[in-house]
């Protein structure tokens, strides 16, 4: 639903932590990391020519963030959660996040040296032009359960939920939660269709009855344990596909259906059309089993032709999207 293209709005170091060593710590911290907030911090980073510390050893925790060791201090950048499990005492940063107003609509991971916590760094990311639109098309065609399942926290998600017309929102989920949420809905009967793009998505993506990546700018992991790649980024493609696929069980089911009337008016008018074949043939002078077999190739090629042009009805459809990318 986003850009994707997170960028750092604000730094905010404890007192008596220097701005530099925040940034230094992070972005050291991350410099392994394919994450789009560890991209934000890096771009950072390079603008300000801040030196990355070397020759560490790393390790992602998945949905939750990264532990890193420079000569012996170990770093750790991700959610307050996981940084209050590892033993760090981490509530006041998070209270101070979430009472600032400012703060609304803002991803935020915290930061780590050893024991000490260094402060935070706040991130915003845009909301895609096309995504409203997209769940307005996904309404019309009937499709009203639409759920967010994000890892960011609720004011986020509340801000982009709220700004694309969706209703149930679900924040501040791991990996493993979003596999439950989809599990949930799969026990209630619903057909799951799950959309991600990223290495946290990859479970529950494989565990939908349809997945979705959007392959643009997804990663190598989701675009694996989806049954659908989107080679764009353009969220109109998801109603579009559901409709496409509509549609083209429709033209389907009825080539079947013309296929089936062209047999069965075949045999019966072989069965019972004895006294029209020796009226064309005393008319034309010509053997009436020449003439079943001219009657036969021609019903045959018209069935087949039947079959073409309703099968070139899907030709175009979908013009007009391609219209507006461009």
């Known amino acids: 639903l986003t850009e994707g293209k997170l960028e750092v709005s604000k730094l905010n170091p404890l007192e008596g932590v220097d ?4 940034l230094t710590s992070a972005v050291s911290t991350e410099s392994q990391s394919n994450h789009p907030a560890a991209h934000a911090m890096r771009k950072l980073a390079e603008k300000a020519n801040v030196k990355i510390l070397e020759n560490g050893s790393f390790e992602e925790v998945a949905g939750k963030g990264v532990i890193a060791k420079f000569d012996g201090i170990t770093y750790r950048v991700g959610r307050g959660t996981w940084l209050e499990e590892e033993g760090l005492n981490v509530k006041a940063l998070i209270d101070d996040f979430q009472s600032n107003e400012e703060m609304v609509g803002m991803s935020v991971v915290y930061v780590a040296k050893d024991k000490q916590m260094l402060g935070w760094i706040g991130l915003r990311d845009a909301i895609r032009e096309e995504a409203s639109k ?33 209703r149930e929102i679900s924040a501040d989920c791991l990996p493993e939660d979003k596999v439950k949420h989809v599990e949930k809905l799969k026990a209630e009967g619903y057909i799951t269709a799950v959309v991600g793009d990223g290495v946290n998505d990859a479970p529950a993506l494989a ?21 659908i790649a989107l080679m764009n980024n353009d969220l109109r493609r998801i109603p579009f596909l559901i409709d496409l696929s509509r549609k083209t069980r429709n033209v389907i089911n009825l080539n079947l259906f013309f296929g089936c009337v062209m047999i069965v008016g075949g045999i019966l008018l072989f069965i019972f059309g004895n006294s029209v074949f020796e009226v064309l043939s005393a008319k034309w002078g010509a053997d009436p089993d020449i003439i079943k077999s001219i009657v036969a190739v021609m019903i045959h090629n018209v069935g087949t032709l039947i079959v073409i042009f309703n099968s070139a009805r899907l030709v175009r459809f979908g013009e007009y999207l391609e219209n507006i990318e461009k």
């Open 19 to 22: 701005l530099t060593d925040l």
């Open 134 to 166: 997209a769940i307005e098309e996904l309404n019309d065609l009937g499709i009203n359960n639409t759920s967010m399942v994000t890892g960011d926290n609720d004011a986020v998600a509340q801000s982009v939920g709220r700004k694309v017309g969706i």
């Open 207 to 227: 565990t939908g009855d349809i997945s979705i990546a959007m392959g643009a700018i997804g990663s190598d992991v989701a675009i694996n344990s989806a049954s």
